[in-house]
Structures are given as structure tokens and as C-alpha cells.
């Protein structure tokens, strides 16, 4: 198995709104952030459609691991859906900076999920078979994903 390094198949850019915390259910903190649109690059382009949602739970630590859910509309008007699970992690302080919403150099945390794509689109089906791994990078804002294809 390898990951086709050389460069994403998709790049994800998912706008965010302000998350909402529904308390602490033992493994961690609960947080929501809403997913408020985006675009999508790549092999396959769109448009992210609203109403799609990150859950994260938030160890005492301050890393996260992450659940989001999320759709797509292609230009030609197909849908895809988008499922991913990952984690991110790194020093408290680059955490913390994180968590205030400030602009934080990749470089210093680590933020990987992988995703999975579900498609009632002909000319889109071998998405479904697809896994990607993504390298993500959280900005004021939104969210940056560049995704790889698992070969």
C-alpha cells in the first residue's frame, strides 16, 4: 500500500461558523462547528453545501479527534457525500492558539483524517472506492484539506 504523494486529488476548503459545546461526556469535550460552505479543487470540483457538521471530542490534553459529515455539488449538479475521521495534535500552546481562531503554521501541529466519498453519480462512482488521506490545515474561518488517494 502507498499514498500518491506527488499531489492531492482533491483539495477541500470548508468555510465554518461559530461551534456550540454540548459538555463533557467522559472520553472528553464535545464541540460542534457547523460547515457553512466551501469549495472543492481537484479531480472532481464543486461547491460545499451547508448544513454539514464537525463533531470533535476534546481530550484534557487539548488534542481532538474529529468526525465530520459533510456534501458537495458538483457544477453538472451531482452530489457527494464526504465522511471523515482524523485527529488533530500538537504542543498546548499551538493548541491553544488553534482553539483562539488564530492563523497557525501547519507545520507545528499534526492533522490527519482520512475520508471516505458515497455518490449516486455515474460518472462518479469510483469515488465510492476510493479511501484518501488528507493533511489538514485549520484556518481563521474554515478548514484546509489536501487530500491524498491510498493506492
Request: proline fraction near 7%; glycine fraction near 14%; include cysteine.
Amino acid at each position: 500500500m502507498s499514498i500518491a504523494a506527488d499531489a492531492p486529488f482533491l483539495v477541500i476548503e470548508a468555510d465554518v461558523s461559530a461551534p456550540f459545546e454540548p459538555g463533557h461526556i467522559g472520553a472528553g469535550a464535545r464541540r460542534c462547528i457547523p460547515i457553512v460552505g466551501g469549495r472543492v479543487s481537484g479531480q472532481v470540483a464543486g461547491e460545499i453545501i451547508p448544513g454539514g457538521a464537525d463533531w470533535q471530542t476534546i481530550h484534557d490534553d487539548g488534542n481532538l479527534q474529529i468526525e465530520a459529515h459533510y456534501a458537495f455539488r458538483t457544477a453538472d449538479g451531482d452530489i457527494v457525500e464526504v465522511i471523515s475521521s482524523g485527529v488533530r495534535s500538537g504542543p498546548p500552546d499551538v493548541l491553544a492558539r488553534l482553539g483562539a481562531g488564530e492563523a497557525v503554521d501547519p507545520s507545528l501541529y499534526y492533522f490527519r483524517t482520512s475520508i471516505r466519498f458515497r455518490t449516486g453519480a455515474p460518472r462518479l462512482a469510483h469515488l465510492n472506492w476510493k479511501l484518501g488521506i488528507a493533511k489538514g490545515a485549520r484556518r481563521p474561518g474554515g478548514v484546509r484539506l489536501e487530500v491524498f488517494e491510498v493506492l
